[in-house]
């Protein structure tokens, strides 16, 4: 394909992955080729590089309020979504077979679960409401004694709302059941406190907060039974085997070390932009929505669905004037099936259709969103005049 | 993923829009996505032929399905009807430099609202339908009606 006549891109996809910072990659270019040393080994460079790998761990655990050992670096929130699924169950499958999981997990959640019901267990959804927050009753209501694990997001990757985690884990705990948290959109814009939370497990990755990709982490309560997925040289004391990817550990690291130190002003300023662009987007289109919770959401998560045409299109239109976001519409989706998040959310497939998620970061700048707000209604309105849905209003 | 032909199409589309008074209507849809594509023709005797003088089209679906709509009006005027029916999808795909695997049924569905739209000219002109265009037909009413069901209050803005 040919390079695009717009040479100035404004990426509004963050929450799909973010550029890694000069900062971070400055950190982790020693652990390439001079400090390239393996962390089990016990030589010098072995040493070096466990140095800086047991540094990371510490920075991962002061923010999430644990301890170093509680934490696990793994390759991927995937990985360490399936680990905490599959390794909790085949661990706890002797006190019980029931996983309560989210309708609107991410798919590595789900499909974890889904292949967990082969195996033998049983999974149990729990709803959610029209603004994708998850229906506690339910839960209360699907915890039995044979529940061994609940799996709910601490907010969502496509309508961005946050999840009352904290109630949830006083729910699982007085039960005895544990708890675990796909934070991979949170972790890094908020404070993330185990403690208070009462999670048992939780999953966060490095590109979502402009580290590299490749490393993410699990974080294990002490104590918690979980059955190791990648079994090998007993890495990461026993749990997951493989030669630690030190370079990207340091830079996951880095990444969120930098994201603490700017969490407050960057938290208000994504906000007011976020706002911003939610409420003028709502007034100048008709016939268009929010989809996810108007104020518990993420600092800079935007999903928008327009009535009458479709999120491929709207995508690739703004595309062509240099802005970058995502769509989950069903024609974007390798089955042609609208998102089981705005399904869950009690979308109909048609309203489905035409949604966008415009999600800020770290180098939005107020012009970007200037910008944005002068292109979007332009674009629907093209589109709008080819939709056959649309002759008279809008 | 998409061929540059297919972006300028999509960015660019020719024949948009809607013929008032047309001679037939073509109107389907896709179930998966739930696409819908309006096709609409006028038909002139010319020199004993009816030929397609002009076509125009609406569509809600994605990138594909507009530029796939966009590029069959154009490859059919001109056309007589039966020329016309014999365009295929293929043809389609080719004169966009290819398509996606996945967004193949993106122009069936246009080849579909052309056969609708000649279908419907002919029977509104009480002239005889092939054989395989009246099969065609009832499979793509079929589909229609649950899509139709899908999308009842938008067609109702359309009641002016
Ligand atoms: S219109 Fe849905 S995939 Fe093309």
């Given at each position: 394909m040919k390079t695009k006549k717009t040479s100035k891109r404004i990426y509004l996809d963050y929450a799909a992955t973010t550029p890694v910072d000069k900062a971070v990659i400055t950190c982790m270019l020693?652990?390439?080729?001079?400090?390239?040393?393996?962390?089990?080994?016990?030589h010098s460079m072995g040493v070096e590089a466990n140095k800086a790998l047991e540094k990371s761990r510490n920075i991962m655990s002061k923010y999430l309020k644990c301890?170093?050992?509680?934490i696990y670096f793994t390759s991927s929130a995937t990985e360490s979504n399936n680990w905490a699924l599959k390794g909790i169950a085949f661990a706890n499958k002797a006190k019980g077979k029931r996983i309560i999981v989210s309708s609107i997990e991410h798919d590595c959640v789900l499909n974890s679960a889904k292949w967990l019901e082969s195996q033998g267990f049983e999974i149990k959804y729990i709803s959610v409401n029209k603004d994708g927050v998850v229906n506690i009753n339910e839960l209360k209501k699907l915890m039995?004694?044979?529940?061994?694990l609940v799996s709910v997001m601490?907010?969502?990757?496509?309508?961005?709302t946050i999840e009352p985690i904290e109630e949830i884990g006083r729910l699982c705990k007085e039960r005895g059941i544990l708890l675990h948290t796909d934070a991979s959109q949170s972790f890094g814009k908020m404070n993330l406190d185990v403690e208070k939370l009462n999670v048992d497990l939780l999953t966060a990755s490095s590109h979502k907060i402009y580290g590299p990709k490749g490393a993410a982490l699990l974080y294990v309560r002490n104590g918690v039974n979980i059955e190791p997925l990648i079994h090998g040289g007993g890495h990461e004391r026993g749990k997951r085997s493989s030669t630690v990817n030190v370079p990207a550990i340091v830079g996951f690291a880095k990444a969120l070390d930098i994201c603490i130190k700017e969490m407050k002003t960057e938290d208000k300023r994504l906000i007011k932009l976020r706002n911003k662009v939610i409420k003028t987007i709502l007034k100048k289109i008709p016939q268009s929505y929010l989809n996810g919770h108007p104020v518990k959401r993420l600092s800079n998560n935007i999903n928008l669905r327009f009535d009458f045409i479709e999120g491929e299109a709207l995508m690739m239109e703004l595309d062509d004037k240099g802005i970058e976001v995502s769509t989950a519409s069903a024609c974007s989706s390798p089955k042609l099936e609208s998102s089981h998040v705005l399904l869950a959310c009690g979308i109909e497939k048609k309203e489905a259709q035409g949604t966008i998620r415009i999600s800020l970061g770290r180098f939005t700048k107020d012009k970007d969103i200037e910008y944005l707000l002068e292109i979007l209604p332009k674009a629907v309105k093209k589109l709008r005049v080819i939709s056959p849905m649309n002759l008279k209003n809008c | 993923m998409y061929t540059d032909k297919v972006l300028k199409y999509f960015h660019?589309?020719?024949?948009?829009g809607k013929i008032k008074n047309a001679d037939g209507i073509g109107k389907v849809g896709n179930l998966a996505c739930g696409d819908m594509m309006y096709l609409y023709i006028k038909v002139e005797n010319i020199k004993g032929k009816e030929v397609i003088t002009n076509v125009k089209f609406q569509t809600f679906g994605c990138v594909a399905a507009i530029a796939t709509s966009s590029a069959i009006t154009e490859m059919v005027k001109g056309k007589t009807i039966e020329e016309a029916l014999k365009v295929t999808n293929d043809e389609i795909i080719e004169s966009l430099d290819g398509l996606p695997p996945i967004k193949i049924h993106c122009s069936v569905l246009a080849t579909e609202a052309l056969a609708e739209a000649i279908y419907d000219y002919l029977k509104k002109s009480n002239k005889p339908t092939p054989k395989d265009l009246e099969k065609k037909h009832e499979s793509i009413v079929r589909h229609n009606e649950e899509l139709e069901e899908r999308y009842e209050e938008w067609m109702e803005n359309q009641k002016e």
């Open positions: 020693p652990y390439f080729n001079k400090n390239y040393g393996n962390s089990s080994s016990i301890s170093p050992n509680e039995n004694k044979d529940t061994i601490h907010s969502n990757n496509e309508i961005g | 660019k589309p020719r024949n948009l």
